[in-house]
């Protein structure tokens, strides 16, 4: 009964952690492809943006994926602390290494665990804080601290980009490990 109870906690951890991770770049994807399509005009920085479609498409869905980003970071943040409280509830019976298999599935679980505390301790708080200097420079015009502020947001993105994109990658390894060792029964020496 509590090895179905803790296999059924991680496996909701597990799925509800990949969606976290993926559904940001997904919206991200459809939004700032498609305000930009939409030619959509934000009026509050229509001096520093003008008509351009483009610049005004991707002010608009910042403001549209931004929550969707802070909150999937949010959850990122429980769904690491669960999975971390699940495994040392369980006395490590989730990992242990009954196989090479078990091995990768806990280096990964450590890897996603770091990756999350980086995003949510370093690298958010300090896109976020680029994204809000360069809202508020565009929206006062000031041409030349917005274009600094933009560029300084792209390096931020160009590191954050693949991080985000390499958790969702790690999660999903870690579904099919854990649906290949869910299948596979232990042998009497190692059930408990």
Same mark, same amino acid.
């Given at each position: 009964? #509590?090895?179905?109870?803790?296999? $059924?906690?991680?496996? &909701?951890? +597990?799925?509800?952690?990949?969606?976290?991770?993926?559904?940001?770049?997904?919206?991200?994807?459809?939004?700032? $492809?498609? +305000?930009?399509?939409?030619?959509?005009? =934000?009026?509050?920085?229509?001096?520093y943006?003008?008509?351009?479609?483009?610049?005004?498409?991707?002010?608009? /869905?910042?403001? &549209?994926?931004?929550?969707?980003?802070?909150?999937?970071?949010?959850?990122?943040?429980?769904?690491?602390? !669960?999975?971390?409280?699940?495994?040392?509830?369980?006395?490590?019976?989730? @990992?242990?290494?009954?196989?090479?298999?078990?091995?990768?599935?806990?280096? +990964?679980? /450590?890897?996603?665990?770091?990756? $999350?505390?980086?995003?949510?301790?370093?690298?958010?708080?300090? =896109?976020?804080? !680029?994204?809000e /200097?360069y809202?508020?420079?565009?929206?006062?015009?000031?041409?030349?601290?917005?274009?600094?502020? @933009?560029?300084? *947001? =792209? %390096? %931020?993105?160009?590191?954050?980009?693949?991080? @985000?994109?390499?958790?969702?990658?790690?999660?999903l #390894? *870690? #579904? &099919?490990?854990?649906? #290949?060792?869910?299948?596979?029964?232990?042998?009497?020496?190692?059930?408990?």
């Amino acid at each position: 009964m #509590i090895n179905r109870c803790i296999s $059924t906690s991680w496996w &909701v951890i +597990l799925t509800l952690w990949f969606t976290a991770a993926a559904s940001p770049a997904l919206t991200a994807v459809a939004a700032f $492809t498609q +305000l930009q399509e939409a030619r959509v005009i =934000m009026p509050d920085y229509a001096d520093y943006l003008g008509d351009d479609p483009n610049s005004n498409g991707r002010m608009a /869905a910042g403001f &549209v994926t931004g929550p969707l980003f802070r909150g999937t970071d949010s959850a990122q943040a429980v769904f690491a602390s !669960l999975a971390l409280i699940l495994l040392v509830c369980a006395r490590g019976k989730i @990992y242990r290494c009954h196989s090479w298999l078990h091995t990768v599935n806990g280096i +990964l679980l /450590a890897l996603m665990i770091a990756l $999350t505390v980086w995003v949510c301790t370093s690298i958010a708080p300090h =896109m976020q804080s !680029l994204v809000e /200097a360069y809202r508020t420079a565009a929206a006062a015009n000031d041409e030349q601290q917005a274009i600094l502020k @933009y560029k300084e *947001m =792209m %390096v %931020v993105h160009g590191i954050a980009e693949p991080i @985000y994109a390499s958790r969702a990658g790690i999660l999903l #390894i *870690m #579904i &099919v490990l854990s649906g #290949i060792l869910s299948s596979t029964p232990l042998s009497k020496s190692h059930a408990s």
